[in-house]
């Protein structure tokens, strides 16, 4: 088990930034990609970004690139995601997810608020 734990969530207005961070311990030996995913009011949840634990290959959501980058620091086991130019559509509760040997994302962080105002 992987166990993840968010921080960096925040208000802010449109146009401004912020660093969410997740913080991964227990068998983080097996990580195999880590991620970040919204769930906005009334929406299904939705990737956002991802990052391989091996190799610095980034993916990024349509809605994101250019604006958001993710980024990890394997000694710290914490992977990152820095928005920029956040706009209202931004606002969505966000979640670190972990891939233990490419299984799919099956551990969870407990999620960070994200309020961008207009």
């Known amino acids: 088990q992987v166990q993840l734990v968010e921080s960096g969530g925040g208000l802010v207005q449109a146009g401004g930034s912020l660093r969410l961070s997740c913080a991964a311990s227990?068998?983080?030996?097996?990580?195999?990609?880590m991620a970040w995913f919204r769930q906005a009011p009334g929406k299904e949840r939705e990737f956002v970004a991802g990052i391989r634990w091996s190799g610095n290959v980034p993916y990024y959501s349509d809605s994101v690139k250019g604006r958001f980058t993710i980024s990890r620091d394997n000694a710290k086991n914490t992977v990152y995601l820095q928005m920029n130019s956040l706009k209202p559509e931004d606002t969505a509760v966000y979640y670190c997810a972990a891939d233990s040997n490419g299984g799919g994302y099956g551990n969870w962080g407990q999620g960070t608020q994200v309020t961008v105002s207009s």
């Open positions: 227990g068998r983080t030996f097996r990580i195999y990609a």
